[in-house]
């Protein structure tokens, strides 16, 4: 509605300062002549709104205007305060930001807005952690964050999840991702993306060096690429491990992210039986071999191919270290 497309540019204008009218055009999906028509609706209800023309000219507010209106709908009002929960926020030094963020939204909605947005904080809630996804290191954003905000480069120490080897790296960074409740630094080493998990950053400091970015690329987009490497993985393979109690929770700890299913209720409770079940892929029967550290807390009881697997490693090991062939 031309209605709700005036009040965007307005907002837009308000946030931006002077903005070329092609870009307006683009962003809400119309002409550039309708922009201009646009603002000259705006101009006759006494906005204080104009245009430069030229190569480095735009439509901008007289400085020092500003509105108060919100401009937000029903439903507009009630997504704004369907949220998550507040770890993600204080990961970020951000919890008591955003509560009291949300009390000055809330003020300012329309007072028919109000209820409907207030029911839905109390009645919506999302927590993007896995049941029992074990103890999760906590991860230091200070220093992630500072090289983000100032376009430095990153000098990191890190630690590799399945083999334990620490390697160094100079990243350039694009932001910070947090994915089903772990954070994940978005980052070219070399000129090339990749993702590395917060909690297995062992030293980070920022660089007087500034960024190095791909020209063009913006973090939602190398997310997006480095998202479906991950998701675009075939199928892999579907094992069923037996793990004793007493490693239970070191075993969540590494693995929870593999998990097909939830852990079963006997996971959570004391006593019961010896081992729990679990379901489990891995993209590659290779990619399993780690449970190996695990010894005997943890049997694998199929597919048949992975107990072999596993017990041809084992076997190397053993004659390796008792001087042995292995064949």
């Known amino acids: 509605m031309k209605s709700d497309r005036m009040l965007s540019i307005l907002l837009l204008l308000q946030t931006r ?10 962003r809400l999906e119309v002409s550039v002549r ?21 190569r480095n000219g735009g439509i901008a507010l007289l400085p020092g205007y500003r509105t108060d209106v919100t401009g937000l709908t029903a439903d507009e009002a009630r997504a704004l305060f369907v949220l998550v929960t507040e770890r993600a926020h204080a990961d970020l030094g951000l919890g008591r930001a955003i509560a009291s963020a949300l009390r000055k939204v809330m003020a300012a909605l329309p007072p028919p807005h109000r209820d409907a947005a207030a029911l839905t904080r109390r009645r919506i809630l999302v927590d993007p ?13 200070g ?36 994915k089903a409740g772990v954070w994940y ?6 000129a090339r993306p990749q993702l590395f998990r917060a909690d ?7 660089a007087d060096e500034p960024v190095r970015r791909r020209e063009g690329a913006e973090l939602a987009d190398v997310w997006d690429t480095l998202r479906r490497r991950i998701d675009d993985l075939p199928t892999g393979v579907d094992v069923v491990v037996a793990v004793r109690r007493a490693s239970l929770r070191r075993f969540l700890g590494i693995y929870h992210a593999d998990l097909t299913a939830p852990p079963p209720p006997e996971a ?40 072999e697997e596993l017990t041809r490693v084992a076997a190397e090991a053993t004659a390796l270290y008792s001087g042995e062939s292995p064949g």
Request: proline share 5%; hydrophobic share 45%; charged share 30%.
């Open 34 to 54: 309708t922009i201009f028509r646009d603002v000259e609706a705006l101009s006759s209800a006494g906005v204080p709104v104009y245009a430069e023309r030229g």
């Open 185 to 190: 630094l978005v980052a070219d080493h070399r």
């Open 200 to 206: 297995r950053i062992l030293a980070a400091s920022v």
């Open 143 to 178: 220093v992630l964050q500072d090289a983000v905000f100032t376009d430095r480069r990153l000098w990191l120490r890190y630690r590799h999840g399945r083999d334990d080897r620490e390697a160094s790296y100079t990243v350039d960074p694009y932001g910070l991702v947090d």
């Open 268 to 307: 959570a409770q004391d006593g019961g039986a010896e081992r729990v079940e679990f379901r489990m892929r891995f993209h590659s029967l290779p990619a399993a071999r780690p449970l190996l550290a695990f010894g005997a807390d943890v049997e694998v009881l199929s597919p048949e191919e992975l107990r």
């Open 17 to 26: 300062g002077q903005v070329p009218a092609t870009e307006l055009a683009e």
């Open 129 to 141: 952690v896995r049941w029992r996804s074990g103890p999760r290191a906590a991860a230091d954003l």
